[in-house]
């Protein structure tokens, strides 16, 4: 590993986990604990991870597919809350992360961001009343 490698695995040490899969209380517990989500998918459909992480007040890194655009959407005041990068693309997923450990006011903007999307993501019981009226049309 160069001199840049080990910088980078000193700089990430203690400050990065890879809990594995979660759910329930496990899962709760792993969203109020984390700083940010990172999902650095070359697909997603939707970003149910990413509204997941909303819900809580998570803001995320996230590449720039499918329906993760629309599942992050923006805060009150028009500001993503996170950062999309370009698919496949180490370098600017790693210029993202580093802007995040390094600039205190990036991470509060996008945590005020989260907070305020948070706000607004519809409520489940508007998701599955949309969902039903969607299968009864298609049913008839």
């Excluded at 923006?74 to 580093?98: E, F, I, K, Y």
Aim: aromatic share 4%; net charge neutral.
């Amino acid at each position: 590993m160069g001199d840049a490698g080990r910088l980078e695995g000193d700089l990430l040490d203690g400050r990065v986990s890879f809990p594995g899969p979660c759910t329930g209380a496990e899962l709760a517990t792993a969203y109020a604990a984390a700083d940010v989500l990172v999902l650095p998918s070359r697909a997603e459909s939707y970003g149910m991870v990413v509204t997941e992480a909303l819900a809580y007040g998570l803001p995320v890194i996230a590449a720039e597919v499918g329906g993760v655009p629309e599942a992050m959407g923006h805060g009150a005041d028009g500001t993503r809350p996170g950062v999309l990068v370009p698919p496949g693309d180490p370098a600017a997923l790693a210029s993202a992360l580093r802007g995040w450990l390094a600039d205190g006011e990036l991470r509060r903007r996008l945590r005020r961001a989260a907070r305020e999307r948070r706000a607004s993501l519809p409520r489940w019981t508007r998701t599955t009343a949309v969902l039903a009226g969607v299968l009864q049309g298609a049913a008839r």
